[in-house]
């Protein structure tokens, strides 16, 4: 009884003295750069821990000492809740030893701006194993280094330019438009709050309508409906993007295997039509591309490498098309919701922005403000930067 017992036990001693051993390898590491270290015992890109952290931490304020570093730092999103307090305490740079990595934090523009140019010129290499499950749809610029990435990139960066922003503006007027009617329609009043859903499809429209070229009207959280027959590409993006962190993790062919379970089921139609709705566009988008020269939107400018100039292949415009998709689409949805939210609970902002904005646009009807107001509307510029750089 005793061995079978132990013989259970074994494999979690083992990856303890495992993990303390990495620990310590990595405070070895840590303590030659010489800049302050924090000690995390768990990696914060643990996803076990990732899932667990927000039902511990909370109960660690009861148990003593339990609001040391570790509760402080040891869990995704500590930056919102720290703000400033963690770098007014330990300094402009410090580093976290953890089992898995060692990171390094920095809050200093200058420096974060030069290591970013540092790494696009093959200083620094990224950790493309941390950045892996991103190549779920196909390879892509998120998970490249050297002169694959620079490939990847010269194929994306034209079509992000002042065409382009015209339309987010335009766009994101009408989107903007529908989204206050919506929230200011009494009957949506009851239920649960949808804010924080609301942005996310504020923002994946606005986003598919300048990359994609595809338009789609606002719709709320609570008018959506379940259908069981073909979702738009929109609706198969949406439900993609909300459950990425199961697909990235099991990816579609072990999501396909899974299909008998019925969410499961519901999430790999959603990402087989997904891929199907992108081999579609590539092959319209090629069409196209041939009668046109003109620049365009990113679809365009990806088959365009990839049919006229041969620089990158199907699979990676098709990686490319989900990764923007992924990384422009959440980061924006929460900046907003967190914005919104943090307006509201400081109506003084709210007022002072508004005031620079009646001044500026002058017109009840914000549909026709024009793009060469937006540099003027420093207010806003400042709330909504120096939120997203917090
Ligand atoms: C609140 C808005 C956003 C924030 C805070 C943000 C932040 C960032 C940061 C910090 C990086 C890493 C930079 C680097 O390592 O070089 C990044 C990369 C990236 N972002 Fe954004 N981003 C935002 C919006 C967007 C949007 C709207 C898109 C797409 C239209 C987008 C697409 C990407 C892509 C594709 C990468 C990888 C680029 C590369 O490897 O060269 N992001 N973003």
Redesign the pocket.
Known sequence: MLSVFLAFLLPFILFFIATVWSLFSNYLIARQVGLPIVIVPISPENPVWMLLARYIIPILQYVPFGNGHFSRFCHIGWEFDEKARAHIELGDAFMFGTPGKNWIYLCDADAVHDI?KR??QGEFA?PVELLAMLDVFGP???T?NGSD?QRQ?KC?AAS?NEQSNLLVWKESLRQGQQLLHYWKDNSHVDGPATMAKDTRTL?LDI?VH??FGKSFDFYGAREKKITSGPLSYRDALALILENAILILALGPQTLKKLAFVPQLGRLSNAAEQFRQYMLHMFEEQAQNVQEEKAQGN?IKSLVRASKDDKMITQDEVIG?IF???F???D??A??FAFSFMLLAAYPDVQEWMAEEIRYVVGNPDVLTADYNMFPKLVRTLAVFVSH??R
């Open positions: 970013i790494e696009r990224r892509n610029i998120s490249m990435w990139r994306t992000f923002t986003l300048v990359a990113l490319n990764v923007f998709n990384a422009g689409h980061n924006t929460h900046s997203v750089r």
